[in-house]
């Protein structure tokens, strides 16, 4: 058994509030950060609850029936995610992904995408929106998402058995639904759709293979993830981090691979082709190979908070001026100040990082500001 640790504080609760600076900041206009990074993706959480309990990600018995979960009023509601999301894409954004907790779990998503349809980058052009998802709610909504202007979905499956597979969302639920969602998204015309699993070296490792056999030739593009020491609550152990190359290795001894090159830049996928020409593959090292160096993406909570990395310890709150009297211009300001200010690179760090700075410190859980 491995040692689990309880977090001590909810680090939801630890923010900054977010200032509309006085002087000197571009209102609009494209902004880079410490690093001279752009800011480019956008990923929007719309609910911190889940209808899965994946043991990296919400394990059971923390998120069980008695975990305080944000009370509707907390949320930010449709009209307020577009408001402060056109601010994003006055300075650069050009992809907005919505996750979670499970997206689809919130109520009505479908006009939240029509508002965000609506926008147009600095250039004119129509966002790129997609969204995470487990899967789980996709027969039923894949239609609908697509008629409100979703380009693309994202959807999460850690393995074809269904026996692993039901262990691995803990509580139950078969891979056939899962499948019968990428049948519908696909139907639907949500593509490319993409696939990500999160390999866990010893839980799921052995299903690398039959998922890139199920995949190969279907248009689909599978990724796999390392599994990552985000939040506090997952009891992150090293050893159970399975090296991408490791699973290029594999993969290629049985399908042959060639590499591939980035698609867009800050791309998180390493990309792998079928050498037959009958697709693609992609590998996601956040542990073992850092991308930091080109990372454009900004996270907004459930509730408002920014935060500028996946592994970051304090968020930036947006709703207290989003619900003050901060003009659009102000809050314009206030964004384009946060990301001026931003020189997070964790992944690049992790290594020279000291152990208490390591797995199980206080950091923000990925199922409130999602993947
Ligand atoms: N519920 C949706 C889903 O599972 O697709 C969206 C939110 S989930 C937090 C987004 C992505 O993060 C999923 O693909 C999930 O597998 C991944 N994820 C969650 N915890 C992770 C961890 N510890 N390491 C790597 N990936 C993780
Ligand atoms: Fe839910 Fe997604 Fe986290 Fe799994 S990874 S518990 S589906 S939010
Ligand atoms: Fe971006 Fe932070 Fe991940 Fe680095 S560790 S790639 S800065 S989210």
Known sequence: MSERVIPLIDQRLVSVPARIPQIGTTPIGRVGDQLGRPLRDLRISVTDRCNFRCSYCMPKDIFDKDYPYLPHSSLLTFEEITRVARQFVAHGVQKIRLTGGEPLLRKNLEILIEQLAALRTVEGQPLDITLTTNGSLLARKALALKAAGLQRVTVS?????????????????????????????????????????????????????????????????LRFIEYMDVGATNGWRMDEVLPSAEVVQRIHRELPLVQLGASAPGETAERWGYADGSGEIGVISSVTQAFCSDCNRARLSTEGQLYLCLFASQGHDLRHLIRGDAT??????????????????????????????????????????GG
């Open 328 to 369: 659009d211009e102000q809050l314009a300001s206030a964004i384009a100040a946060i990301w001026q200010g931003r020189g997070d690179r964790y992944s690049e760090l992790r290594a020279s990082l000291p152990p208490e700075a390591g797995a199980g410190t206080r950091r923000v859980e990925m199922s409130y500001i």
């Open 157 to 221: 499956l850690d393995g074809l058995d269904d026996t692993i597979f039901r262990a691995m969302n803990d509580v139950d639920f078969p891979v056939a639904d899962v499948l019968d969602g990428i049948a519908a998204a696909q139907a639907a015309g949500l593509g490319p759709i993409k696939v990500n699993m999160v390999v866990k070296r010893g839980t799921n490792d052995h299903e690398i293979l039959p998922m890139a056999r199920h995949f190969k030739g279907t248009g689909i593009v």
